[in-house]
């Protein structure tokens, strides 16, 4: 079976635009993305941040699926301790009504912040002593599906509006907990490589294959995907030239630095230490940059090294028109668009 690619978005801010267009440029993108055949557009959810300015991934979800045709959308994901469950589950029975049958609601325990804001998001959350994440994954495969269990103190609570179809729930990680945890529900599983540098990622896959429970009743199978950086150009040097932007922000991140997006100019002029320069050349050596034919090998290659049936592509680039041709040459590279429906 061909590999499934989607995208994943972060809604970077660029050096020298604002959020503002850093939002205009992830709804463009989107629609663009709908026509190339993609089969997702994930959101990513951060906070107090200077280089993403995606902190409402719901609010992105609605405005993509209002103005898209048949691409799944939805968040990689929604920071589930931040919030009460039945608020997530009525934003995403929402958002079904807006696009019945398009709405993926990934979800996942990590802060997307530092911790100071995290307890503004949440101000109970360190009162919490019991990790309440798998709690809350059953509590919205109940408000998303057929209820929750007559046990439960909130059983006669319906989550609204209570729509013929429902979010697919996706469990998002970057370690063997979350892979752990989507195996025991029975839900498909993504990793993010992209944080990891794969780091863990071969670990996480085979524990979630091992232990996928199909008695579960939400996925006849175990269905496992990567969140990936990859970066297409037409030629390498282009690529090469556009991953200085990428090598430097990963390096400044590495430092608790999280900055807008330089340009390839400003990265290609920086002050690189020996040190520096040693670690950009192991970004290099990881990154999977190059031609379309280049990048889309090395995807293949590396979903069927871990059993991963998908891959969701974050590729953070300055110029937005670079970042859009990206894609849209991996999706030639792989027929996307002639794989869609007539209809579409």
């Known amino acids: 079976m061909a590999l499934s690619l989607s995208i994943l978005d972060q809604s970077t801010i660029a050096a020298g635009r604002d959020a503002g267009a850093a939002v205009a440029e992830t709804l463009a993108l989107a629609r663009k993305a709908d026509g190339w055949g993609y089969a997702r557009y994930w959101l990513a959810e951060h906070h107090n941040s200077q280089a993403h300015a995606g902190s409402a991934p719901e609010i992105l979800i609605a405005a993509i699926a209002a103005t898209t045709r048949r691409i799944r959308v939805g968040s990689a994901g929604i920071m589930l301790p931040h919030y009460a469950s039945l608020k997530v589950a009525e934003q995403f029975r929402a958002l079904e009504a807006v696009a019945p049958g398009r709405i993926d609601l990934g979800v996942g325990r990590a802060p997307g912040s530092d911790g100071r804001t995290a307890m503004a998001l949440n101000p109970m959350a360190m009162r919490q002593v019991e990790d309440r994440f798998p709690a809350q994954v059953s509590e919205l495969l109940g408000w998303t599906g057929e209820g ?99 090598a430097l922000s990963r ?60 891959i969701a592509i974050l590729s953070p680039c300055h110029d937005p028109v670079a970042r859009a041709r990206s894609y849209e040459l991996i999706a030639r590279e792989a027929g ?9």
């Open 148 to 246: 929750l269990p007559v046990t439960h103190p909130h059983a006669a609570i319906t989550a609204q509006p209570a729509v013929s179809t429902r979010p697919q729930l996706w469990i998002l990680g970057s370690s063997e907990y979350g892979a752990q945890l989507a195996a025991y529900f029975g839900l498909p599983y993504c990793f993010a490589h992209f944080i990891t540098d794969g780091g863990g990622c071969a670990e996480a896959l085979a524990l979630y294959h091992a232990q996928f429970r199909a008695d579960a009743g939400n996925l006849p199978a175990a269905h496992a995907a990567l969140g990936v950086f990859a970066l297409a150009a037409d030629t390498e040097a282009e690529a090469e030239h556009l991953f200085a932007s990428r």
């Open 251 to 310: 390096l400044l991140r590495d430092r608790g630095r999280f900055v807008p997006l330089p340009s390839p100019e400003e990265a290609l002029a920086y002050n690189y230490t020996p040190a520096d320069r040693s670690r950009i050349a192991q970004f290099r050596e990881q990154a999977i940059i190059g031609t379309p034919a280049q990048v889309l090998g090395r995807l293949e290659a590396l979903a069927g090294s871990v059993g991963a049936a998908e």
């Open 336 to 344: 996307l668009a002639q794989a869609l429906p007539i209809a579409a």
